[in-house]
């Protein structure tokens, strides 16, 4: 079943799995199916290192990071605001496939 149409069933399951309130909203507000979600490894030569998660997303409004993890973290976590991004950083993302796209890049 593809992401949004199980999206569409589920509305209010992000907040109490735990999701944040703002990806919540974000993808409520997207039920049109216009979002996709992503993974990609930050490459030791991305401008993305160093980058923090604010800064990316003033660029980049809509797309949410939805989980982190480093090479040394065992588990994905949240990134807040001020975290900032280092080569080999495993990024789930959500947000329109051409921001995703341009992202990667």
């Known amino acids: 079943?593809?992401?949004?149409?199980?999206l569409a069933l589920r509305q209010?399951?992000?907040v109490r799995r735990g999701v944040s309130e703002k990806l919540a909203q974000f993808l409520r507000s997207n039920r049109n199916c216009d979002?996709?979600?992503g993974e990609f490894a930050i490459d030791e030569n991305s401008p993305l290192v160093g980058e923090t998660e604010r800064s990316i997303g003033e660029r980049f409004p809509t797309i949410v990071f939805v989980a982190v993890r480093?090479?040394?973290?065992?588990?994905?976590?949240?990134p807040g605001g001020s975290q900032s991004f280092a080569a080999?950083?495993?990024v789930t993302v959500?947000?329109?496939?051409?921001?995703l796209e341009q992202l990667y890049l």
């Open 70 to 78: 480093s090479q040394t973290a065992t588990i994905p976590t949240r």
């Open 1 to 6: 079943m593809p992401f949004c149409d199980d």
């Open 35 to 37: 979002i996709e979600l």
């Open 12 to 14: 209010a399951e992000p």
């Open 94 to 99: 959500a947000g329109p496939r051409s921001d």
């Open 88 to 90: 080999s950083d495993a």
